[in-house]
């Protein structure tokens, strides 16, 4: 694809509500087709539905971008020379737009109350025809129409779509052809004075020098009429490309059901950023067709719009929790213990001023669970153990009955606890203590499960887990006889029925 030495690409949200995963997937391929290619990467708030939109909003959704390490060349928050970046401040550019497209006949004024135009659409409900304008105000003459607006009476603006057809080139899906017949006279500016979407996004696309225009499948319809706008406002439309929906692994439009759909909802359940942004590359775009784990220094250098699929893009959470664990598992443990301990904190298990003054000890309970998160906020429940009191912590029942079953008449566990003491009076250390206890299993020509399983549960109180050792090591000398003795003691008690 030959490409402008330098296009100009925006991502132009609206603060209506949180950023939409789809949304954040949007801004990191218009971000990457900038960076690759030397160019402008635009970010424009889209805030003209007053009501809706709250700053709130459009500080979460800056922050969200900002967390996956987006970067812009212009914008509301470091300017640019196309400012103001936040289209309710260019309202005076779009109705000077407005006046000029309604004094050249591309636009007309209609009356239509709203109890006529639902009276329309029911007629055309009835006869199962498509639904749209019947350009009934038209014909007015401009004249007329003007004494009316000097008379205040309530009207819109409308787009006159001319006879024909609209085609245009989708960098994505190749030709695309709309006949005008299926794109009715459309409300540039509402009866109140605001200006709709479809007639403000021309406006500023136009004003800013945007090249390439590409967004999510859901604006196809909308791209008839802006290009016809492009047109009577005598611009050459930019180039476009729709990226396929992302839909839940049940082939719909993703939803709650299927998967979180905002992105601050993945990045508070403690995801990696870098699996994030991975993730969101692979929906509708692949970097070979078989590597999946990949960073963004990639992408960039790869990603080419023509190489999105058409096809819906599979929002598939098991395969993306997969690969938020293959990232913490690559990571540095000082890294994922620093991006844990908010999570830790957030539990009440330790502040951050203890996690500071035990770092060495943190780290090393972070370091017995690293290779078995998938998540960031996953560690407090896998190390919730440590935390619990000696004497009450609760047993998982599938842990319990299988330590039942292996303590048998408890004489290998006590044999074993005689021999254990002395060896902790001092503290643990895991790796000798480790070799040791196998060398004692093996004089006894004892298995494993005899006594690792009732170890275990009266120690963590789960069926599986960390190395026992590691284990000891953390609880400490204290703690590790204290829960073995109450343990073990609970485990030799009759289950009462």
């Known amino acids: 694809m030959n490409e402008p030495s330098a296009p100009r690409v925006r991502f132009a949200p609206s603060p209506t509500g949180r950023l939409h995963i789809g949304g954040a997937r949007t801004a990191l391929f218009n ?46 928050d470091v300017g640019g020379p196309h400012a103001p970046y936040r289209q309710a401040e260019r309202l005076d550019l779009h109705m000077a737009a407005a006046a000029r497209l309604a004094a050249q006949g591309s636009a007309y004024r209609c009356f239509c109350s709203a109890e006529r135009l639902e009276q329309l659409r029911e007629q055309q409900s009835a006869r199962k025809a498509k639904p749209g304008y019947d350009g009934l105000c ?13 008379a205040r009476e309530p009207n819109v603006l409308r787009f006159a779509v001319p006879q024909g057809e609209t085609r ?96 601050e909802d993945y990045r508070d359940r403690g995801f990696p950023v870098e699996a994030v942004l991975n993730f969101l590359c692979l929906q509708g ?25 058409k096809a819906g893009s599979i929002f ?23 991006r844990c301990a908010p999570h830790v904190v ?9 996690i500071h003054t035990r770092q060495s000890w ?59 003491r002395p060896k902790v009076a001092a503290g643990v250390d ?6 040791g206890t196998k060398a004692w299993l093996a004089e006894r020509g004892a298995k494993f499960p005899a006594l690792f399983q009732p170890l275990r549960c009266a120690l963590t109180g789960e069926p599986g887990g960390p190395d026992l050792f590691d284990v000891m090591a953390l609880l400490g000398s204290e703690r590790t006889l204290t829960r073995l003795g109450h343990g073990i003691a609970r485990l030799q008690t009759p289950v009462a029925t």
């Not at 038209?138 to 000097?150: G, L, M, N």
């Not at 598939?316 to 620093?338: N, P, Q, S």
């Not at 000696?390 to 044999?415: I, P, S, T, Y």
């Open 138 to 150: 038209r014909s007015i003459p401009k004249d007329v129409a003007q004494r009316r607006v000097d």
């Open 31 to 76: 971000w990457a087709f900038a960076r690759r290619h030397g160019g402008v990467f635009l970010l424009r708030i889209e805030d003209t539905d007053h009501e809706r939109s709250k700053p709130e909003y459009e500080r979460a959704i800056l922050e969200g971008l900002r967390w996956l390490g987006l970067d812009w060349d212009e914008g509301p």
């Open 316 to 338: 598939d959470v098991d395969k993306f929790m997969w690969m938020a664990g293959e990232y913490i598992r690559m990571d540095t443990l000082e890294r994922v213990a620093e």
């Open 168 to 263: 245009f080139l989708d960098l994505i899906r190749g030709d695309v052809t709309f006949q005008n017949t299926e794109v009715d006279d459309w409300v540039m500016v509402r009866t109140d004075g605001g200006p709709t979407y479809n007639f403000v996004v021309v406006c500023d696309d136009t004003a800013m020098g945007i090249t390439h225009v590409l967004r999510g499948e859901e604006h196809l319809t909308n791209t008839p009429k802006q290009v016809l706008l492009y047109r009577a406002l005598g611009c050459e439309p930019p180039r476009f490309g729709h990226f396929p929906l992302m839909l839940g692994t049940d082939g719909k439009k993703l939803s709650k059901r299927t998967g979180d759909t905002a992105l």
């Open 430 to 435: 895991a790796a000798a203590l480790r070799d």
């Open 285 to 309: 775009w692949a970097l070979d067709g078989k590597t999946e784990v990949f960073g963004v220094d990639e992408l960039i250098a790869n990603f080419d719009p023509a190489q999105v699929s």
């Open 346 to 354: 957030a539990s009440g298990q330790l502040t951050a001023d203890e």
């Open 362 to 420: 943190y780290r090393a309970a972070v370091a017995t669970e690293k290779e078995r998160i998938r998540t960031y906020a996953e560690l407090p429940e896998r190390i919730a153990y440590l935390f619990h009191p000696d004497d009450g912590l609760v047993f998982d029942a599938k842990a319990e009955a299988n330590a039942r079953k292996q303590l048998g008449d408890g004489a290998l566990v006590h044999a074993y606890l005689d021999w254990l």
